[in-house]
């Protein structure tokens, strides 16, 4: 996708298509960090994929979870004291 104009048009028509429906988009089968840079510019509001993580039983993604929410807590407050 990053690397295909083609696919990359398509994506934002998407994006844009449902966006004006206001519904929230999610993309599949995000690998790289280049496919959510171009997703994130695009208006993408959230992905999945192997670039989050690998398909994970229900106890590992709740770890998972929980450290994802301590790592957005710990970047919030840091943001917060750069504003300052």
């Known amino acids: ?3 295909n104009p ?4 398509i994506t934002q028509v998407i994006i844009n298509l449902a966006k004006s429906l206001k519904l929230k988009v999610i993309s599949e089968d995000v690998e790289a960090c280049d496919q959510w840079e ?8 959230e992905i999945q ?3 989050v993580s690998k398909p ?3 106890d590992e993604f709740g ?6 929410l301590r790592s957005e807590a710990a970047y919030a ?3 917060r004291s750069r504003r300052r």
């Open 1 to 3: 996708m990053a690397t």
């Open 6 to 9: 083609d696919t990359a048009i």
């Open 38 to 45: 171009l997703l994130r510019a695009q208006g993408c509001d």
């Open 49 to 51: 994929g192997y670039y």
């Open 56 to 58: 994970l039983p229900a």
């Open 63 to 68: 770890d998972l979870f929980r450290e994802a």
């Open 77 to 79: 407050l840091t943001m």
